[in-house]
């Protein structure tokens, strides 16, 4: 599977701004979907993600009621909606897929539960 994010670009602190995450893959809809973010000198940290179905988002609480995950499955996309960002939300958004299976659970706040990694959007916040 392969992973394009896009949206990335300079934004006032306040505005908002949706990243988008094209997904080539025959059975996108059995992907759990998640968007992290790492800003330079720092670790990758998770940002949000959904679940295949789309009946379960979690969010990293830096975030929570600011951002919106969600997934267009007929169009092969993940968004992640960014409301009122803060500079400390500048980081390169990554966006990454995992393969549903019933007997296993995901780990959305977990790197290495991803199997598959978009190049990443930069997103750049001015106060």
């Known amino acids: 599977v392969q992973l394009q994010a896009s949206g990335g670009g300079l934004v006032q602190a306040g505005d908002s701004l949706r990243l988008s995450c094209a997904v080539s893959a025959r059975t996108f809809s059995s992907y759990h979907m998640g968007w992290f973010r790492q800003a330079p000198g720092k670790e990758r940290e998770f940002v949000a993600a959904?679940?295949?179905?789309?009946?379960?988002?979690y969010y990293a609480d830096s975030v929570k009621g600011r951002f919106t995950i969600s997934r267009g499955n007929a169009k092969n996309t993940v968004y992640l909606q960014m409301n009122s960002p803060k500079p400390e939300d500048a980081a390169v958004y990554y966006c990454?897929?995992?393969?549903?299976?019933?007997?296993?659970?995901?780990?959305?706040?977990?790197?290495?539960?991803?199997?598959?990694w978009g190049q990443g959007t930069q997103v750049t916040v001015s106060s």
């Open positions: 990454a897929a995992k393969i549903y299976h019933p007997l296993v659970r995901l780990r959305p706040h977990t790197v290495d539960d991803y199997e598959s």
């Open positions: 959904i679940t295949w179905s789309g009946d379960m988002t």
